[in-house]
């Protein structure tokens, strides 16, 4: 009797995440695609003050639109008892409204493809990176803007629980947006469905293969592609797939069959999950964040001049104005504020074989914006400070991620942030995998998970920060 | 050869639960005990003005305590898009530090006994309920009013992560406390430990029996017990159990056997948690709840006066002030400000047999204190509504449940709300369990979930409001 584990979605998704090339571009003509978009784009971004910003107001205290709705610029003061600094004030992305990331997924030749956009964002490094198929904020679907309805809408409006893969709520960046979340969702449909210009259907494996490349995979893309977990595959799926030949056997002791099994496994944890949310409960028992509006004009150790709210001493970031002209983007001519990074930032996974499983090296911790006083980061995560700086030392294995041997480097490139928000930001994100030596006992606030751990805390609300789910995302089995 | 599962916390959670005497007070002695306790106690408690309180102050336009530590009463204004009322101004009790409640088990004659404290409240029905052994909140037990440091405490401070059983955060109720939230934990101890007077250690089958009672069992200790699960017991431990008559299989048709069956299979599920996830998301994503200080002495339809904050209509709940005498707690006289209820309510979890297992249909509900929005809670929760009166109808399920016949009800019984917060404040707790022609088919905003299901959730942060789970504590298998 054959069974079809074709209605399974963990199957799927595994298949399409061993299946290196898709049926329509392959992964060169992909990159080249987007090269050849990227040269033809018109984008003029010029620095302009506050005052020159249509529609943005500066009132009670904070850059608002007119309208009330997209984002704000606030100010806030920040009180807790983590870390050095006991209280500081800073200014933070305010965006209450929960949008869409989200993917159409369609079956192809028995394997699943995913819809993705070439889009330009005022910020990419890149300007064309490739996002979800659907990527709107509230205020985009209700046409606040009165620009066009964003493609696609309609298919995540009218699904039905059996068309819905992946439904979470997940996280952005702590330490610039307050308490913002996005729904990271996957849909798979059966009808035909028309794909609109720059739009391409591109297989797991793919996206994951392009995510080895400088800033070609865009953030939302990364989010939302970090939520597929694969631990839910019955050993007679693996069977399957392997008698198949999709996933091959041959390579059992290669690095990326090492992070298979440590996806898949539920067996020789270091920590069980009752262990690590005894862990989380302890340290949200005992740290503290208060976090309390405070006039944009009137933060602390922060001046707001004409065209900026920058530190005293320049650190970390800076609100700046822009005037943004974009050829094909649904509203072509448009002025906004946007944060702009002192300098890059550095996230990496530090990874070590226990108990012959992989285990990360998780970190917990407290960022200002945070729902809930901290959320699980990777090893290192220096978004804001110069790591390069002579303070290396201070943060716990910033040292051994710079030096490690390339042979021990699984991953290492530089990713965007939000480009609708953010100024050319970008962060250099590494995978490493330790050698024995590398001790087993880890810091205060740090603990050893496996992948398949990190996958069932992701599926709950608000327990892995998006640097720690942008790094998982990138993880490939071929 | 005979494997050992005395080693197993789900194996001796569940040989508890199934062990209606422990060796030490049976449960018709407990009952008496505190009976006598309650007759002997010297408590009495007058309401006084708020310029009476000592070391209370309003300042900042919310009553505070004059360390700045305990608890204040703040006012909040609510604004939401969820259900008829889009804005209201309210008091609420706001008390950011995370407290302790714990219980020490201990195994006797190879069965697991919890340590519980007959401890008095000023705001309790019964004065004398049964507390988990250690209540504090972190104001206690860093001694801010210099009474005794909380007995057992070091206990929990010094517990490793092997002693730990269970370890968890869970809120209080989202529309009394803002954002509040305890250590709900369990510690196991090998050790000979001294037995202070007022305290008794019980099976886990004694605790759910007493919670037949009213007002025998304190909310406290309910929180606490409902976070046991018992799902994740092997087949093996199972038929170890019934082999050794711990489980009797002779039971298998009872109501009682159907609710142990919901805890622990994982299959027939209505709904996959996956499903269960995106509906959460969906009402997540929909909903918004913005929640912003406002002065007590200015709230909209609230009057505060010299010994009372009450709504205009005298609905929902008052803001007192008490003098506290008690005979045999740690500081015996004080002052303090409570929540008195306009009334009792309601909450009721109706089920069902679906796909062969039990099922309870879930609501998911917002309240302002919720640090996410919604929360899972019974299918009927009328906390702060006379649910008596002639709107009933309004309430989905109401009629249902107050017109189920006996035979269908298999909890029906009063329970307190917390007696150190609330002024003699009792909820009617039901389990119900529908026929079969109890449609299939719930509102929305509500889901069928097995006991298994919420178990799950419940181990992740705020998912199950503390209404479900005073209910879900009360569930017995025998």
Redo the contacts between chains.
């Keep these: 009797m054959k069974i079809d584990f074709n209605s399974h979605?963990s199957y799927q998704f595994l298949k399409s995440a061993f299946c290196s090339e898709g049926i329509f571009k392959s992964t060169k003509q992909v990159i080249d695609w987007l090269q050849e978009q990227n040269e033809k784009v018109h984008v003029n971004i010029q620095n302009i003050a506050f005052s020159e910003l249509k529609n943005w107001v500066v009132q009670d205290g904070r850059i608002k639109h007119v309208s009330g709705k997209f984002f704000s610029i606030d100010g806030i003061n920040v009180k807790t008892n983590w870390g050095n600094v006991a209280e500081w004030d800073q200014p933070i992305i305010n965006q209450?409204?929960?949008g869409f990331l989200g993917f159409i997924t369609k079956e192809f030749d028995g394997v699943l493809h995913f819809l993705l956009q070439a889009k330009i964002e005022p910020g990419n490094v890149n300007y064309v990176q490739l996002s979800p198929t659907l990527q709107a904020t509230r205020s985009n679907y209700t046409q606040v803007h009165q620009g066009n309805k964003p493609k696609y809408l309609e298919y995540f409006q009218q699904a039905t629980?059996t068309q819905?893969l992946?439904?979470?709520?997940q996280s952005e960046q702590g330490a610039r947006f307050l308490r913002k979340?996005n729904?990271n969702?996957i849909i798979k449909i059966e009808e035909e469905i028309e794909v609109f210009d720059n739009f391409v259907w591109l297989t797991l494996a793919q996206i994951k293969h392009l995510m080895l490349y400088d800033n070609l995979i865009n953030m939302d893309t990364r989010t939302v592609i970090s939520t597929i977990p694969f631990g839910n595959c019955s050993h007679e799926m693996l069977v399957s797939l392997s008698n198949a030949q999709v996933i091959n056997h041959d390579v059992t002791n290669t690095i990326k069959t090492q992070f298979f099994i440590s996806s898949i496994t539920t067996e020789n944890n270091l920590?069980s999950t009752?262990?690590i949310?005894?862990f989380i409960?302890?340290i949200?028992?005992t740290y503290?964040l208060?976090v309390e509006r405070k006039d944009l004009r009137s933060l602390n150790q922060w001046v707001f001049d004409k065209s900026e709210i920058h530190r005293e001493d320049n650190k970390f970031f800076k609100v700046i104005a822009v005037n943004v002209e974009i050829g094909n983007r649904e509203v072509v001519h448009w002025t906004q504020p946007m944060i702009q990074p002192s300098q890059e930032g550095l996230c990496a996974f530090v990874c070590k074989k226990i108990n012959g499983v992989l285990h990360f090296a998780v970190q917990a911790k407290l960022e200002c914006g945070n729902?809930?006083i901290i959320e699980l980061a990777p090893t290192v995560q220096c978004l804001t400070g110069d790591y390069r700086g002579n303070k290396a030392t201070a943060v716990p294995f910033l040292d051994y991620v710079l030096n490690a041997q390339s042979s021990n480097i699984l991953v290492d490139n530089l990713q965007s942030e939000e480009g609708g928000r953010f100024f050319k930001e970008q962060n250099r994100n590494m995978i490493i995998i330790a050698d024995d030596e590398f001790s087993n006992q880890l810091p205060a606030n740090y603990i050893w998970m496996t992948l398949n751990q990190l996958y069932t805390f992701l599926?709950?609300?608000?327990?892995l920060n998006i640097q720690a789910r942008s790094l998982i995302s990138a993880i490939s089995f071929i």
């Design positions: 979605i209450p409204e929960v629980p819905i992946l439904d979470q709520l979340r729904r969702i920590h009752e262990d949310i005894s409960t302890n949200k028992s503290d208060f729902l809930d599926k709950f609300n608000n327990y």
